[in-house]
């Protein structure tokens, strides 16, 4: 019970991160694209960049907050997923791309959306 309830705020969180930036004007192209490198919360387009959006929710920020919990290691992934996704999504492949961050904690009333939050 405690892993679907896990599940439920992850697919919670990455509706109001979806519904946030479609506020911001950005569209959705895919949304938890998977590959064997890993998962794509969600790709976006922001005019013509393609924007891979890391979802990231924290119910306790005891061992530090949602942004915190972005390190190298899943870094690493998010590249080699995305390099996967414009290989297979070739259509995309001469967009500029960037790696955005959305970070919510649960005793927060807001969402921080960080852009350009690391560099492939």
């Known amino acids: 019970m405690p892993e679907r309830s896990r599940q439920q705020s ?6 109001l991160a979806l519904a946030h930036l479609q506020q911001q004007g950005l569209r959705l192209v895919a949304q938890n694209w998977l590959c064997k490198r890993g998962e794509l919360d969600l790709v976006m387009l922001d005019g013509d960049t393609v924007v891979f959006v890391e979802v990231r929710y924290r119910k306790n920020t005891q061992w530090g907050g949602a942004l915190d919990s972005i390190d190298a290691r899943k ?43 690391f560099d492939s």
Request: net charge negative; proline share 2%; aromatic share 12%.
């Open 75 to 117: 870094r690493q992934k998010l590249i080699f997923a995305a390099q996967y996704f414009l290989q297979r999504e070739s259509r995309w492949a001469d967009h500029p791309c960037r790696f955005d961050v959305v970070a919510i904690d649960s005793n927060a009333d807001q969402l921080n959306w960080l852009q350009n939050a």
């Open 10 to 15: 992850g697919r919670d969180a990455e509706g």
